[in-house]
Structures are given as structure tokens and as C-alpha cells.
């Protein structure tokens, strides 16, 4: 079973960015559709973003224009650039498969303050 470990959260002012890392435990990502996920206190968890093997991405509607998607091979890692981050992204933010997915990691908390 693989093991997903995110990485790279804090406390960042409205409109500050932040980039999140997603290391993979063995090499998935060519072969593997990912996600990037969020979930707030009291809320579900929510996917914010898709790469898919032919190298696609796709984007909830909430963080379209703001946050980038992308992956690297070689290192096994999915990263999500966010940008103009807004209080309404505070999160703990997860990756994982987009079907079937693997255990989920611990996350790693964004918060973002206004």
C-alpha cells in the first residue's frame, strides 16, 4: 500500500502563497490520476485539484486561477502552488488517488489569516 506525505502548510497572511508537497511512497505518478484535497472544520472533504496521467489538470471552481497543480516524476511528489490565498482556503489539505483511493495521510494545515 502506497503512503502519501504531505507537507509544506502554515500560517500565511490573505493574499500570501504557499507550496504543498505530496511524497509518494513508490513510483505511482505516471501511471496514477492525483488530487489534491481539502477539508475545513466542520465541512466534507472537497477535491480542489486534478492531474491526471496525460499530464491534464483540473481545477474546483473555488481556487481556478490561484492554485497550480503539478508533479514531478522523478522525485514522486505532487505539489499544489497556491496563490492569493484567501481565509476561506484554511484547511488541513490531503493528496491522494482520484478513485480507489490509498490510506490517507496526516495532511498538512493551511491557515490563513485576514
Known amino acids: 500500500q502506497v503512503q502519501l506525505v504531505e507537507s509544506g502548510g502554515g500560517l500565511v497572511q490573505a493574499g500570501g502563497s504557499l507550496r504543498l508537497s505530496c511524497v509518494t511512497s513508490r513510483r505511482i505518478l505516471t501511471f496514477v490520476d492525483m488530487g489534491w484535497y481539502r477539508q475545513a472544520p466542520g465541512r466534507q472533504r472537497e477535491l480542489v485539484a486534478s492531474i491526471f496521467t496525460s499530464g491534464s489538470t483540473n481545477y474546483a471552481d473555488s481556487v481556478k486561477g490561484r492554485f497550480t497543480i503539478s508533479r514531478d516524476g522523478a522525485k514522486n511528489t505532487v505539489y499544489l502552488q497556491m496563490n492569493n490565498l484567501k481565509p476561506d482556503d484554511t484547511a488541513v489539505y490531503y493528496c491522494?488517488?482520484?478513485?480507489?483511493?490509498?490510506?490517507w495521510g496526516r495532511g498538512t494545515q493551511v491557515t490563513v489569516s485576514s
Open positions: 491522494n488517488y482520484l478513485v480507489n483511493f490509498a490510506i
